[in-house]
Each structure stands twice: as structure tokens, then as C-alpha cells.
């Protein structure tokens, strides 16, 4: 990811991009599923630390399951 900026109405502007650069984004989009099941764990472990029941419970255990497939394809195609 890059720091790009660029300009509108006369109104100059930054922005985190990836456009510019391909490599970066293909390394950030492979790492923000890592990220976010990380999260969705952290707050599965926070609610049953507090004897509470996580209510993403079943579509977390679909999202596990789907992110072993896709990292499953990945290592297919570098093999």
C-alpha cells in the first residue's frame, strides 16, 4: 500500500491506495482475511471469558471453514 494524494475541485486530498501499486495490493488483500479472523477470535475469546454466548458463533465457524479452503487454493496454485 502507498500514500497517494491527488486533487479535486481545487480541493487537495490524501488516501491510502493500492491502484498504483499491484504488488502491495495483492499482499495487503491476502492478509486482510488473516486480520479479520484474528479479530473475530479475539472477541469470541472476550465473550466467553464472560460466560457469555457469542452470537456469530455459527457464521464464524463458516468463516473458518472457508478461509481453510481459500488458503487451501492458494498453496494448490504456488505448489
Given amino acids: 500500500m502507498k500514500f497517494t494524494s491527488y486533487e479535486l ?13 499491484p504488488e502491495s495490493a495483492e499482499m495487503a488483500l491476502s492478509l486482510v482475511p488473516d486480520v479479520c479472523l484474528h479479530l473475530l477470535e479475539s472477541l469470541e475469546k472476550t465473550y466467553s471469558q464472560e460466560s457469555s454466548e457469542f452470537p456469530l458463533a455459527n457464521r464464524l465457524k463458516d468463516l473458518r471453514k472457508r478461509f481453510a479452503e481459500a488458503k487451501s487454493w492458494n498453496s494448490d496454485t504456488t505448489a
Avoid: I, K, P
Avoid at 15 to 21: P, S
Fill in 9 to 21: 475541485n481545487g480541493e487537495r486530498y490524501d488516501r491510502l491506495g493500492a491502484a498504483l501499486d
